[in-house]
């Protein structure tokens, strides 16, 4: 309220006051100095009575008229909606959460290798190493396997110091790991036309042992917080550039799409 609103209302709120308490006093003040015989013109009972009512209502409207200019509704605002936070580059192409790279290097076997389990491989996405492109896979953590131990099946090797093993690759293939597993092995075959791949996991072994009791035991539909989402780097002979990336079974691989700002 402004300050002349509320002037305004204190003076109506007396006035208001005023008529239902002492009505005749109120018209000797404000009508009876008209009149030549003040004591003779005054309102009778009855037309008192009326007064003190209509004060009485007056004075009720006033009051919860200054309620509410004192405290205004407030207009219902529409529920906030949950908006989820935007997705990166990373989350976009590959799922959430992010992959991370199993920066090791190894050489390729021509078929799919015995005693191991084939992983679905998710998504592909061809690169140029040697041009560090798409840039943004070189900021992806490295996988590491907790309690490791030399000799427990775990693909290839160490890239030299100072090198990834994504600088070499021209294909990076996403799979979901069981988190018990790791990586053993990567089968290709590349034709004009076609570049055939496959990912190869299983438990790792103890020293001293061979694997084929252990990979019985790998999830290849695990998910969630019981898997891990890999990019396996691979070299090529040539770039992948129109061929296509398909599984041993013929089906075709997804391509994670060119990453845009």
């Known amino acids: 309220m402004t300050s002349l609103t509320t002037t305004v209302m204190i003076a109506f709120v007396i006035l208001t006051v005023w008529g239902l308490i002492a009505p005749r006093g109120q018209w000797r003040a404000l009508a009876g100095w008209s009149r030549r015989d003040s004591g003779g013109g005054e309102p009778g009972p009855l037309a ?57 290097v190894f050489a390729t076997v021509s078929a799919p290798p015995a005693g191991v389990v084939v992983q679905p491989v998710l998504r592909y996405q061809a690169m140029v190493g040697a041009q560090r492109t798409p840039s943004y896979l070189f900021g992806l953590k490295n996988y590491t396997r907790h309690g490791a131990k030399p000799g427990d099946g775990y693909i290839g090797s160490s890239p030299q110091v100072g090198l990834t093993a994504l600088d070499s690759a021209d294909l990076v293939l996403q799979v979901r790991v069981d988190k018990r597993c790791i990586p053993y092995s990567v089968a290709l075959v590349e034709t ?70």
């Open 48 to 104: 008192v009575a009326i007064h003190r009512i209509v004060s009485a209502v007056a004075l009720v409207v006033v009051v919860v008229g200054s309620i509410s200019l004192a405290n205004p509704v407030r207009e219902e605002l529409p529920r906030a909606v949950d908006v989820p936070a935007r997705m990166s580059t990373v989350e976009r192409l590959w799922g959430s959460p992010a992959p991370v790279v199993v920066n090791r």
């Open 192 to 261: 004009d036309d076609r570049v055939t791949v496959g990912v190869y996991v299983g438990q790792p072994n103890a020293a001293g042992s061979g694997n084929d009791a252990n990979v019985t035991q790998c999830d290849t539909s695990a998910s969630g917080a019981k898997s891990v989402s890999m990019l396996v780097p691979v070299d090529l002979a040539s770039a992948v550039a129109d061929r296509t990336v398909r599984n041993f079974d013929g089906s075709a691989i997804e391509s994670a799409g060119v990453p845009t700002k």
